[in-house]
């Protein structure tokens, strides 16, 4: 039995079920129908064309029979262990993981569609997400189906939308005052790591991978592959950098027991890596007036983890450790260091996401507007610049001159 031109139903060997077949992209597709009856037989073939009919004019990718079965877990599960095998897994990454596990638990793949995943991101504003927190995790959403269609497990990812982020940038800087604050709140194995990312603008996971073998003289160099765009950079020790190593170096030793070792690492706990240090600094920060815990359901401050009134959990509000990056890229520029060479200590690639830390505050405001009074009331009043006067021979010359320099500076 066939449908003309498009496929067939045929008897399956050693089966009651009466099986089909059909074209997608040029490939013969088989399959049980799962029926005994010719009539539904024929009506499931039917359905399944008009899945090829969708798929050939975009309106709806075409799932294989072997994938239709495939579950969002076994993707996530993927997903995990890719991260770990490239040395990328973090507690933060597995926070989203399981964040999404228990969301879609017992899912489908084929189920997941832009509809859905719609619904997941208004559930999560309803429950008082922030924007940049919904996209984080729809983001791992995608990593999955991305990994799931490299690895021919599925077809095709879905619509997976990213919300705007405009206007939500943080503002968190620190101030030397504030900064020394926190620092001496600090457990004493995160002082040296804290100033390091305040001098530097390093990001944390770089700072914790430093070993003293990328120590090269009075240079520290960063390996491409502990960095986050894959590059690698280095930052020559001088001042108070200079100062730090040394003191990193006078805590190399390290006592376990009878033995003294000497830590691979240059910031270290007890000779291992730093690893995730969150609660220490929301601590830290606390002490130094800087954050706050906030009751998850009265929205009161409170002074733990926990709420005293209803038992609830309890959030932090604050400065981030990663306040410490931005604050590092604007004291640079202040200092007067170029900007180029301030996104190549920092390790910003581009241009774009530079701009968005090099944010100005109130103190800038404030700063610009009494120079400019300062300029109107006369203070700082230039004389005009008088060019004397050329021959029109000297003009083109001179035009042509200006135009060479002025092309040199741009590149």
């Avoid at 919904?134 to 799931?148: E, P, S, V």
């Avoid at 982020?165 to 600090?186: I, P």
């Avoid at 950098?241 to 006592?255: F, G, H, N, T, Y």
């Amino acid at each position: 039995m066939s449908i003309r031109g498009s496929g067939r139903i045929f008897k399956q060997k050693d089966s009651r079920f009466l099986g089909c077949a059909y074209y997608v992209r040029g490939k013969e597709i088989r399959q049980s129908t799962g029926e005994t009856d010719p009539a539904k037989a024929r009506q499931f073939l039917k359905n399944k064309l008009n899945e090829v009919g969708a798929d050939k004019i975009g309106a709806r990718r075409f799932v294989p029979p072997a994938q239709e079965n495939v579950k969002v877990g076994e993707l996530l599960n993927a997903l995990e262990a890719d991260c770990r095998l490239r040395g990328i897994f973090s507690p933060q990454v597995q926070s989203k993981l399981k964040f999404i596990r228990e969301y879609f638990s017992g899912w489908r793949a084929i189920e997941v569609t832009g509809v859905s995943v719609d619904t997941f991101i208004t559930k999560m504003k309803d429950a008082t997400y922030k924007v940049s927190t919904i996209n984080r995790h729809t983001g791992i959403l995608r990593q999955a189906f991305k990994l799931a269609v490299k690895r021919k497990m599925f077809s095709a990812v879905p619509d997976i939308r990213n919300l705007s982020e405009a206007g939500n940038e943080r503002h968190g800087f620190f101030g030397d005052t504030e900064f020394k604050a926190v620092e001496d709140a600090l457990p004493e194995y995160l002082r040296d790591f804290a100033r390091f990312a305040y001098l530097t603008g390093w990001r944390k996971s770089e700072i914790a991978s430093l070993r003293w073998e990328d120590l090269d003289g009075d240079v520290i160099r960063l390996r491409g592959v502990n960095s986050k765009n894959g590059e690698g950079r280095q930052v020559p020790l001088g001042g108070a950098l200079a100062e730090l190593i040394e003191r990193r170096k006078a805590a190399q030793p390290v006592k376990k027991g009878d033995t003294v070792m000497l830590s691979a690492f240059i910031f270290h706990l007890h000779g291992e890596q730093v690893g995730d240090f969150r609660k220490a600094w929301w601590r830290a920060c606390c002490s130094a007036q800087l954050g706050q815990f906030v009751c998850d359901k009265c929205k009161q401050p409170v002074s733990g983890h926990r709420c005293e009134s209803c038992s609830a959990d309890a959030y932090y509000q604050g400065r981030l450790f990663h306040d410490l990056r931005r604050t590092s890229v604007r004291n640079m520029v202040r200092a007067g260091v170029p900007e180029r060479v301030a996104m190549d200590v920092s390790g910003h690639k581009t241009r774009s996401i530079f701009d968005r830390y090099n944010i100005v505050n109130e103190t800038d405001l404030r700063e610009a507007m009494e120079r400019t009074q300062t300029y109107l009331d006369g203070g700082t009043s230039k004389r005009p610049i008088v060019m004397p006067e050329r021959k029109d021979g000297e003009k083109a010359e001179r035009s042509s001159q200006n135009g060479k320099e002025a092309a040199r500076n741009l590149a």
